[in-house]
């Protein structure tokens, strides 16, 4: 093992960064099971380490000696935070090159004053639009529709480029194309005037009047996986047949398909969610239902608009389980009380009955069996007058 995959393995980021500045070779596989220091890093399940290790170029399609990239050790393990980080994962070179003109071209399609913004855009895990649309909102060189065209126009540049490529790439282009969905959507609501991405957040996050379910959203999500443009591909194909039997606001969501598809998510962690922005590891709940949860108070001021409206109803939903929550456990109790009582009359039940053999063995029934010896003696004749039945003593 070389000095960086004992740093990346023992997750000690300052030292990964020491060394790579100092030429340490990112790629180095002589490990003699074939381990490289990104399958290191994502065995740990350090995400800083697998992204520095990304971002010094690691390559993520090196296999081990039993035929495994970095992904996949890290998803064996269980890193699945890892897992995501290494599939979205996009080289900011090959974003740069759009910022160089080619060709006949005077003018470069990207400005590289926007390359950076879009390059987060593009690598985030959180593909919730509304997400998206805050990131756009915080960058004031994404808040002007000119800036968001150029971007969105590159962003199909690299869909095409990666379903026409010799290794095709439909989760890549799948992942470009929605959020040149998201960009053009942006577009829309920017043209009408100043501070409308504001309106497009309370737009996507206003809820229907019986559960609260975020029926613009769920639509915009649909519409973008429906206008992929090339219908042969594998990927469309599952994500239209997994979500066009389902109704709007039922399981699963296309926001939750989409996720799982894209990022490579797994559904049955145990983790939870911003209702906002659908930020992973959120754990702030409303003070008044307790049911719905935010990563931070600026995501509980953006949804209050809409949560206001049923969070009475959502109270009294937490309040019902609660009951029933306690009424159970006390269920549960009673029984296990019952269990233990049970347990403890087995285990006496031996003594009691070696008891009432010794009380049975008392000198009464010794002078009986004295009795019965002496008349067995005696002969046959006392037997055959003696009347039928159990003898009593004359005592």
């Avoid at 590289?112 to 879009?118: D, Y």
């Avoid at 504001?198 to 379910?213: N, V, Y």
């Avoid at 009475?312 to 937490?318: C, F, G, P, R, S």
Wanted: hydrophobic share 35%; proline share 4%; with cysteine.
């Amino acid at each position: 093992m070389t000095p960086l995959m004992h740093a990346a393995y023992k997750g000690k980021l300052d030292m990964c960064k020491l060394l790579l500045r100092h030429g340490a070779d990112v790629n180095c596989h002589q490990h003699e099971h074939g381990y490289t220091a990104l399958m290191f890093a994502a065995l740990s399940g350090n995400k800083d380490i697998t992204w520095v290790m990304l971002e010094a170029g690691a390559d993520t399609d090196v296999v081990n000696s039993v035929g495994r990239t970095a992904a996949q050790m890290a998803a064996f393990v269980g890193q699945h935070d890892c897992v995501t980080i290494i599939n979205n994962f996009f080289p900011r070179e090959r974003l740069d090159y759009y910022t160089k003109p080619q060709g006949l071209d005077k003018e470069p399609k990207l400005p590289p004053k926007l390359a950076g913004p879009l390059h987060k855009i593009i690598t985030t895990t959180n593909l919730h639009p509304v997400k998206i649309v805050m990131l756009i909102n915080e960058n004031p060189l994404l808040t002007e529709a000119a800036a968001l065209n150029k971007c969105y126009r590159v962003m199909d540049l690299i869909c095409e480029k990666c379903m026409k490529q010799r290794d095709m790439n439909e989760v890549l282009a799948m992942k470009m194309h929605y959020i040149s969905c998201i960009f053009q959507k942006c577009i829309n609501f920017l043209k009408d005037g100043e501070n409308k991405l504001d309106t497009l957040i309370k737009s996507l996050l206003k809820g229907r009047a019986s559960d609260g379910f975020p029926v613009y959203q769920e639509k915009t999500i649909r519409e973008s996986i429906r206008k992929f443009p090339y219908c042969e591909a594998t990927l469309l194909q599952q994500l239209v047949r997994s979500i066009a039997p389902v109704e709007i606001g039922s399981d699963p969501t296309a926001f939750s398909v989409l996720t799982q598809a894209i990022t490579g998510q797994v559904g049955f962690v145990d983790v939870e969610f911003c209702t906002t922005c659908g930020e992973k590891g959120a754990s702030k709940r409303c003070s008044v239902c307790k049911m719905v949860i935010y990563c931070d108070q600026t995501c509980q001021k953006i949804h209050w608009f809409t949560h206001k409206k049923i969070c009475k109803n959502l109270k009294d939903i937490y309040e019902k389980q609660q009951f029933e929550a306690a009424k159970e456990k006390r269920r549960e109790e009673n029984h296990h009380k019952l269990d233990v009582n049970s347990n403890c009359v087995n285990e006496e039940q031996p003594e009691d009955e070696v008891g009432i053999s010794q009380k049975d063995s008392n000198p009464k029934d010794s002078r009986e069996e004295e009795k019965e010896s002496l008349e067995s003696e005696a002969g046959l004749e006392g037997l055959q007058d003696a009347p039928a039945g159990p003898q009593v003593s004359e005592e």
